[in-house]
């Protein structure tokens, strides 16, 4: 079966406040992680892939040349048909009608753009670098190219307020954008954004508004037709993300670069986070487990709860017996659960606290 590859281009203009993941902002090790990179495409390279997700970091930073030479890589070493999904990431600041025309012909046919916020005083405590006209003109220049235009919006940031939330959803949708990921903000261990708010410094929305402001933006969207398909994801039809769709339905992909995560047959794997470890050749998986049972069914109910589709009543009662009935009987009953067809779904209150939830069950 065809499989999905990951990526992961870290190279960043600055390293933003509330950012865990694996990024670098020492644009002179370009040249020499895409080295590494492709050395590692060519370790591991083989077969079909139907999906392609250029994730970082900020992949619409990688110079052009590399950029050229990684996806050519790719093509290379796996079998990729034309008119597979090609997502690529990109900050506003770096979108531009010729930029644009330059990710297309390598094949990419999906942009998803880190706005955050269309509020200067929401974005600078993320040390972002664009602001509200700028987010406004990627966008606009996307969608006017015709490609598939995602933005990414963050809920519960600094300085947030009701109103200020409301006209970062109104602009979002008035974008004309096919497709929307709206994130609650968490804050990780190790970023700048959790020191500050620690050390009193910076101050984040109530929990109670934050949560209203989630369920009344899964209102809102679904009457601009983007509907809710995970906990975090709204799309029109046909718009949503086929890539990421892959992770939640539990099917195999590779990742390739720093802090990339892979799961083929049973067996999940991450490489190490060190760039420059990376650089030296460190390919081999610093973390690496293999599924038993129990993992499994925790893996294929949690997956398919974030989902708006959820999971079929009897693959529950399969999966937990009688305790899988209780809980689904308790979820019902109490409002976190509701029935879709033969399925359950979380409803969107339930989607705040799903993990506690789905804790039950095991």
Known sequence: MPIGLYIHLPFCRVHCTYCPFAVSTDIALQDRYCDALIAEIDARGGGAADSVFLGGGTPSRTSRENLTRVVARLHEKFAIADGVELSLEANPEDVTEDAIAFWR??????????????????????????????????????????????????????????????????????????????????????????????????????????????????????????????????AKPGEECRHNLRYWRREEYLGFGIGAHSFVGDRRFANTRDIHHYIEGAHDPVFAEVLGDGEVRRETIFLGLRQATGVHYDDIVRLCGNGGIEWMERGLGDGWLRRVGARVAFTPSGFLLSNEYISQLF
């Open 105 to 234: 012909s390598l094949g990419v046919n999906r942009l998803s753009i880190g706005v955050q916020s269309f509020h200067e005083a929401e974005l600078r405590p993320l040390g972002r670098v664009h602001g509200r006209a700028q987010a406004l003109e990627a966008v606009r220049l996307a969608t006017e190219s015709g490609i598939r235009t995602s933005l990414d919006l963050i809920l519960g940031l600094p300085r947030q307020t009701a109103a200020s939330f409301a006209e970062t959803m109104e602009t979002a949708i008035a974008t004309g954008a096919g497709h929307i990921s709206l994130y609650i903000l968490d804050l990780e261990e190790g970023t700048a954004l959790i020191r500050q708010v620690e050390g009193g410094r910076v101050s984040l929305p109530d929990e109670d508004l934050v949560a209203s402001l989630y369920t009344e933006a899964i209102e809102r969207f679904a009457k601009a037709g983007l509907a809710q398909y995970e906990i975090s994801n709204f």
